[in-house]
């Protein structure tokens, strides 16, 4: 009885390697087919990576990568057809054109996805969201068009998502506080329209948000309190308009934060002065009136700060970061004094002077 178990088992075993040896010849010849006619839809090839890397001896493999070299040419459907080994497909500044190919979702297993930097026109396939594995989605610089689809949000594994400099026309997806992996959000220099949704507010985990459009309306609210490891926060050129919340300040983990060209108002929190690493500050073209806190002046690392172009009145900080600030980032606020650099009160007074000069 044991005997004829033993004998049955090692059948079992050998057609399992013998399927599994025909499924990778398959997969072999299947790729070596698909990477051919990947390469007969490319007219460039100026430094040679197809001729070295890419003919019908090739077998399977998980990483296509071709970035950097001016291909010229499209990616043809047959590059659904490469097997679901693949884990990496690199295809940026390529000079691609054409679209993103729905049978791109057929790659199942792909982790990163970097088509940036070509010129691929139209929307996101849906087919996007079989991607299941997919931890990075780099498509910025493209003149990729529609909206974004929602069941991107379905992506649970994506950390870094990058749709910067392209066409995109929509509101940013309410669904998108579904994905607690994301690390990293770039969808600036779009047409993103309407109000930052309330779920985004709560990625704790969230790195960066880089989020200039033009387009963007609302309030900033209390709850910019919970991105407190953000490092980089961009919403420059949107339609803010309202005050910074003083829960901004919880965010101690900032290097770079930039709320230039809106229309926000009021005072500039003295909780800003608790961004002990921060190194850039930008607030210029709003509305902001009051003092410059100066509890900012207690921030050993900010290299960059501008607050031109606002209505603010009183002392400049003279300690500090300030001692070595030029007096044009405070122009034209009017109502403030001290002396920074050049002098302030000296620009001030030219400024008087010319004016009695043309009368």
Known sequence: MEKSQYFAATILLIVTLMLCLAMSETNVTTDQASLLTLKAHISLDPFGILLKNWSSSASI??????????????????????????????????????????????????????????????????????????????????????????????????????????????????????????????????RLTSIIPPSLWIWKDLLELNLPSKFLSGHLPREIENLKVATFVDLLENQFSGSIPTTI?????????????????????????????????????????????????????????????????????????????????FMPNKGLCGDPVYGLHHVILLEMVDISDEK
């Open 61 to 190: 493999f998980n990483n296509l990568g071709f970035g950097n070299n001016p291909l010229n040419g499209i990616l043809p459907v047959s590059v659904g057809n490469l097997s679901t080994s693949l884990l990496y497909l690199y295809a940026y500044n390529c000079d691609l054109r054409g679209s993103i190919l729905y049978e791109i979702g057929n790659l199942s297993c792909l982790i990163v996805l970097s088509l940036y930097g070509n010129q691929l026109i139209g929307p996101i396939p849906a087919s996007v969201v079989d991607l299941w594995k997919l931890q990075r989605l780099a498509l910025f610089h493209n003149k990729i068009s529609g909206s974004i689809p929602n069941n991107l949000c379905e992506l649970h594994n994506l950390k870094g998502w990058m749709l910067s400099h392209s066409l995109i026309t929509s509101a940013i997806p309410n669904c998108m506080w579904i994905i607690t992996t994301l690390r990293s959000l770039y969808i600036d220099s779009n």
């Open 249 to 329: 300040g919880d965010l101690q983990s900032l290097i770079n934060l930039s709320l230039a060209h809106n229309t926000l108002q009021a005072f500039i929190p003295e909780s800003m002065g608790k961004f002990l690493n921060l190194e850039r500050l930008d607030l210029n073209h709003n509305n902001f009136s009051g003092k410059i806190p100066k509890s900012l002046g207690t921030l050993n690392y900010l290299t960059y700060f501008d607050v031109s172009f606002n209505n603010l009145s009183g002392e400049v900080p003279s300690g500090g970061p300030f001692k070595n600030f030029p007096s044009q980032i």
